[in-house]
């Protein structure tokens, strides 16, 4: 559509940032990943971790899928499982410093594209 560059520059930059993130995230083309990954950092940096059972209910996709991924970021350092301060038998997940580390640089990222998409 004519007349709409702003917003085709604007979607390259989302593009291009979901690129950035599949490139450095634990298989990059899986939306159950990265995710994942977005809620247990959240909840980590407010304070608030989610438990594994809050996060299957939480994300749109299997419980196997969510479980097999949840599995696979563990391993690889992205997230950590820890006892619930309040009731022992609940485990909650928290971002590793190597996952916290990661959002800082998409931060840092986002401002980039964003900077040079909006001005």
Request: hydrophobic share 40%; aromatic share 6%; glycine share 8%.
């Amino acid at each position: 559509m004519s007349g709409d560059t702003d917003v085709v520059a604007f979607v390259e930059g989302v593009i291009n940032l979901r690129r950035w993130m599949q490139m450095r995230t634990p298989r990059g083309n899986s939306e159950i990943a990265q995710d994942l990954l977005v809620l247990v950092a959240y909840g980590t940096l407010v304070g608030q971790p989610v438990s594994v059972k809050a996060l299957v209910a939480e994300l749109p996709h299997s419980e196997a899928g969510v479980r097999k991924q949840l599995a696979l970021c563990r391993s690889e350092g992205w997230v950590e499982y820890r006892v619930h301060p309040g009731d022992g038998r609940v485990r909650v997940l928290i971002a590793s410093r190597k996952l916290l580390d990661f959002f800082r640089h998409y931060r840092d990222a986002t401002k980039q594209h964003l900077k040079a998409t909006l001005t």
